[in-house]
């Protein structure tokens, strides 16, 4: 039986990560803080480590948000200076020097 031809992919969807990894971060805070107050019992049934995990996340999370804004201002550099270039090779004249 013949294959059926294979579509093209479609395009990444784009999402907001700042706001996703942000979210994800307060969360870990959170969690830190809502276990502070039980760390001695924590630690009594040998889950002391949990309070940590969670500050860990928390600053993972930090790094995260860096990452996830240095990207995001990258790729609109990118298309900032894609729609610059397109704009001027487009027909050979600058758009600043034109008039109406």
């Not at 307060?26 to 001695?40: C, D, E, S």
């Not at 990258?74 to 397109?86: F, P, V």
Request: with cysteine.
């Amino acid at each position: 039986m013949p294959k059926s031809p294979l579509h093209p992919s479609p395009p990444p969807l784009e999402a907001n990560d700042v706001a996703i990894v942000g979210g994800g971060t307060v969360l870990w805070f959170v969690a830190f803080l809502a276990l502070l107050p039980f760390q001695g019992v924590l630690s009594d049934h040998d889950h002391g480590s949990w309070p940590w995990i969670c500050l860990s996340g928390a600053g993972l999370g930090l790094i995260g948000l860096w990452y996830c804004r240095a990207r995001r201002d990258a790729i609109a550099r990118d298309r900032a200076a894609e729609a610059a270039s397109e704009g001027a090779a487009g027909d050979g004249t600058d758009p600043a020097t034109q008039s109406d």
